[in-house]
């Protein structure tokens, strides 16, 4: 499985994060709001996001993810964790512009993300904050399953309280019909 795919469809593309795209994707990262119910709500700060975006390019996952529309870096997500023994892969360290919460291009983007994961593995993971009710939400509203609560220690931060959330591929065609149906029916 190549971790840094290049996926798009009508509302975003995401491509391979490259060392280049600092300044774009700290623009986009830069906002306190971005981060208060993140693991760690200092990474608006740019010495605390450049330790973010250095792991993000040493562990080869990342994705810039860009508006389809008018090229605009609205954030960034990786998949993480690849293991072929227990086919499986955890999507993650995802955010996003606060102009782009709530609509199509999370959901956008879980969809080319889990398309693309569910060709090579059986279960796709979730690691979120445990004081991250917003995208608990969002991913309980997919029909993501709360597997456990575990400590992540993220781009060598201090370990956090997080709870794993799991998709299996078995549960994928409901899920991904929900995303479309979303996505495509407004």
Sequence with gaps: ??????????????????EDD???????????????????????KKEVFMNFFKHALEFKGALLVKNQINGQVIGSSRYYDFHIENS??????????????GGKYNYSL???MLQYAFQYVNKVLFHIGKNNVRSQKSIERL?????????VAYAGELNRPNYEYLISKE????????????????
């Design 110 to 112: 879980k969809l080319l």
């Design 171 to 186: 549960d994928w065609p409901e899920i991904e019909m929900r995303l479309e149906t979303f996505l495509y029916s407004n």
């Design 22 to 44: 600092f300044e774009v994707l700290y623009d986009a990262a830069s906002d306190p709001l971005v981060w208060e119910q993140h693991p760690n709500p200092d990474r608006y």
């Design 88 to 101: 499986s892969v955890h999507i993650g360290y995802t955010f996003f512009r606060k102009e782009f919460w």
């Design 143 to 151: 029909g993501a399953l709360k597997v456990r609560e575990i400590n």
């Design 1 to 18: 499985m190549n971790l840094q795919p290049y996926l798009f469809n009508q509302f975003i593309s995401a491509n391979p994060l490259l």
